[in-house]
Antibody
Framework: QVQLQQWGAGLLKPSETLSLTCAIY????????WSWIRQPPGKGLEWIGE???????NYNPSLKSRVTISVDTSKNQFSLRLTSVTAADTAVYFCARHYSYGYGRFDPWGPGSLVAVSS | IQMTQSPSFLSASVGDRVTITCRASQGIRNDLGWYQQKPGKAPKLLIY???SLESGVSSRFSGSGSGTDFTLTISSLQPEDFATYYC?????????FGQGTKVEIK
């Protein structure tokens, strides 16, 4: 069964860069997109972006200027960088596998990483 | 594409039949999933392709709809079903979620 584990810094100051990594266990990169999604405290879910095995990316226009998603297939990992963070970027960040044929199918999800931005 | 869920909040009793709706601002075929989220946990996929039950998910969950109007139904609410539910479209970019429906115990 595919499992995702994620890690990264949990406390940042304004203007710093958020960096998270998601590792894929018992599964392959092939045939899927690999996504990042976030959830501010007490609020709903926001899709950040995705990457394919070949490194093809798609980003949410609301974050596109600050986001980079990259992949390291040799380590079965993909990563998120978000630059120039502010308090508005405080959220739980999830990684997830997205079936490339669509159908609204994101599964599994990582457990989530709380990132707080505070001076 | 905007996804509008209703209601935002729902109070129900164990055994009740519960229906949550999701409306897309434009047609999305059946590129829609339903997710359940409990506090402190990642969302869990319940339904994909608008009406296909994810493996391992209880058959009391069902989905229907196509185009712009979709429904998630819980046939007989159980204590473990009290949670927040989200719809998600991946018909086009950016992927978007509904604002969520919180189901609480009456």
């Amino acid at each position: 069964q595919v499992q995702l584990q994620q890690w990264g810094a949990g406390l940042l100051k304004p203007s710093e860069t958020l960096s998270l990594t998601c590792a894929i266990y018992n599964g392959s990169f092939s045939g899927y997109y690999w996504s990042w999604i976030r959830q501010p405290p007490g609020k709903g879910l926001e899709w950040i972006g995705e990457i394919s095995q070949r490194g093809s990316t798609n980003y949410n226009p609301s974050l596109k200027s600050r986001v980079t998603i990259s992949v390291d297939t040799s380590k079965n990992q993909f990563s998120l960088r978000l630059t120039s963070v502010t308090a508005a970027d405080t959220a739980v960040y999830f990684c997830a596998r997205h079936y490339s044929y669509g159908y609204g199918r994101f599964d599994p999800w990582g457990p989530g990483s709380l990132v707080a931005v505070s001076s | 594409i905007q996804m509008t869920q209703s209601p935002s909040f729902l109070s129900a009793s164990v055994g009740d039949r519960v229906t949550i709706t999701c409306r897309a601002s434009q047609g999305i075929r059946n590129d829609l999933g339903w997710y359940q989220q409990k506090p402190g946990k990642a969302p869990k996929l319940l339904i994909y392709a608008a009406s296909s039950l994810e493996s391992g998910v209880s058959s009391r969950f069902s989905g229907s709809g196509s185009g712009t109007d979709f429904t998630l139904t819980i046939s007989s609410l159980q204590p473990e079903d009290f949670a927040t539910y989200y719809c998600l479209q991946d018909y086009n970019y950016p992927r978007t979620f509904g604002q969520g429906t919180k189901v609480e115990i009456k």
